[in-house]
């Protein structure tokens, strides 16, 4: 059963996604694509595309990734194996979140783990980067996304529509 | 706090949070905040501060989690499971039809011009993810090691990503013990 272990890929990868939605891309790439091959890095840019695109959180990608890979019931699990473990998680934290929050080891892991999922992300844009910067006009694209959200406080979404727009007006 | 707070209630206020907030996780809870606290007056200030850590100390996507921690303090498991729904309904209603457009028509060449477009404008976007975090992050040497050291494990070694956030999480209570964040 296909479905089942890409659910299973699904809930785990969610569990480790600690710092924000971003986090699930380098978890992601490495099972979706490079280990089950569901997606070629080509899809799985797109699907970052869409998630980015929705109004909501990123983590809605793994519905797009669902439904390209298993139809509906994909979709359908994906949403659940995205969030179930945020409400079991959450949930159980909310009960005991002063003593969570001031624990030393919450906040000592996090001091490790913050800085690293920044090397990590920056090694997936260089994966991603290869496959979808290839000529002068995606390098410029790159870059000027690049700029505006880093330099401005305008929406990414509107960012990843005018992409969508210069391409259909360039290619 | 409010006991008449009924479950519909909440499902309407999250899902006009899913259905208009766009991108940006600091818009949301800008967004949160005037409708839950001010408007509604759910939850105090203070509490909601406290969601909006959690959020981001617990895995998955923080502002669904900060919605979880609301919905939990209001109506306990019920009230949870509603903020998920009624935040993520209105995506992934959005997402199954381009998902559906995407495999449809996906060889025409206007499509594929569109995804080139935007391939090119998330590299920029993840790019200036890994900017901004690590001009709040990396202040001191030994936070730009660790994330020199993620790097090299997965850009050269190819270890597994998990792996490397668990490693890092279990070196930073050696490293960082007994410091104040």
Not at chain 1, 119 to 145: K, M, N, P, W, Y
Not at chain 2, 8 to 32: N, Q, R
Not at chain 2, 140 to 152: Q, R, S
């Amino acid at each position: 059963m296909e479905i089942l272990k890409f659910l299973w890929v699904i809930f785990y990868i969610n569990l480790f996604t600690i710092g924000g939605g971003f986090v699930m891309i380098p978890l992601l790439q490495r099972e979706i694509v490079d280990h089950y091959h569901w997606l070629t890095n080509k899809e799985f840019i797109d699907s970052i595309a869409v998630g980015q695109l929705t109004p909501g959180p990123l983590t809605i990608m793994n519905v797009f990734i669902g439904y390209k890979i298993f139809g509906l019931w994909g979709s359908i699990g994906a949403a659940m194996g995205t969030y179930l473990p945020s409400i079991i998680i959450v949930t159980v934290v909310s009960h005991y979140y002063v003593q969570f929050r001031d624990s030393w080891i919450v906040n000592s892991g996090f001091q490790g783990i913050r800085p690293a999922v920044i090397g990590l992300l920056a090694a997936v844009a260089i994966t991603l980067g290869r496959e979808s910067i290839i000529d002068i006009q995606t390098a410029l694209i790159a870059a000027g996304s690049f700029s505006i959200i880093a330099f401005t406080k305008i929406d990414p979404t509107f960012i990843i529509i005018g992409a969508g727009i210069l391409g259909a007006l360039i290619y | 706090m409010d006991t008449k707070v009924t479950t519909k209630d909440i499902f309407l206020v999250f899902l006009k949070v899913g259905t208009f907030a766009f991108g940006g996780v600091y818009s949301m809870l800008a967004f949160f905040e005037r409708e839950l606290v001010h408007k509604k007056r759910w939850l105090s200030h203070e509490d909601f501060a406290e969601g909006v850590v959690i959020g981001q100390l617990t895995p998955g996507a923080p502002i669904v989690n900060t919605g979880i921690f609301i919905g939990y303090s209001l109506k306990r498991l019920k009230g949870a499971l509603t903020t998920v729904i009624g935040q993520v309904l209105p995506s992934f209603i959005i997402v199954l039809v381009i998902a559906y457009a995407y495999i449809k028509f996906k060889e025409i060449a206007l499509f594929k011009a569109i995804f080139k477009g935007t391939g090119a404008a998330v590299v920029g976007l993840i790019a200036s993810v890994v900017y901004s975090m690590g001009r709040k992050i990396l202040r001191d040497y030994k936070g730009i090691l660790f994330a020199v050291i993620a790097f090299i494990c997965l850009s050269v070694f190819k270890l597994n990503p998990i792996m490397l956030i668990v490693l890092s999480g279990i070196a930073g209570l050696i490293v960082f013990r007994g410091e104040k964040t």
